[in-house]
């Protein structure tokens, strides 16, 4: 199995920085991808960043220029630091790993990933 655990998240007022952390573990855990997806109340689940294994990353339209994905040397941990904090960016953030790779990896559609955490929640205040 693979574990994924999130850290990082809390509150903040709109402007402001924060950076997740995803720790990857397990006998089965792949380097193929990783992502960063987020859902708030009310809405669907939605991809904001992805990673590869060779470094080619994936941002959301309406998280670029503010959020950036990053992974440690030994890509057992994923980083999405997180800039310029709007009250919309709040969600609860869940990381995410593929199990195999994936030509569609950049689209980060939810289905691709199969090891997901159990999220950590980010509040933007005005």
Not at 10 to 28: D, E, I, T
Not at 45 to 70: L, M, N, Q
Not at 78 to 85: A, E, G, V
Request: aromatic residues 10%; contains cysteine.
């Amino acid at each position: 199995q693979v574990q994924l655990v999130e850290s990082g998240g809390g509150s903040v007022q709109a402007g402001g920085s924060l950076r997740l952390s995803c720790a990857a573990s397990g006998h089965n855990y792949s380097r193929y991808c990783m992502g960063w997806f987020r859902q708030a109340p009310g809405k669907e689940r939605e991809g904001v960043a992805a990673i590869e294994s060779e470094g080619a990353t994936s941002i959301a339209d309406s998280v670029k220029g503010r959020f950036t994905i990053s992974q440690n040397n030994a890509q057992t941990i994923t980083y999405l630091q997180m800039n310029s904090l709007k009250p919309d960016d709040t969600a609860m953030y869940y990381c995410a790993a593929c199990t195999r790779p994936r030509q569609t990896w950049w689209l980060m559609l939810p289905g691709d990933f199969g090891y997901w955490g159990q999220g950590t929640q980010v509040t933007v205040s005005s």
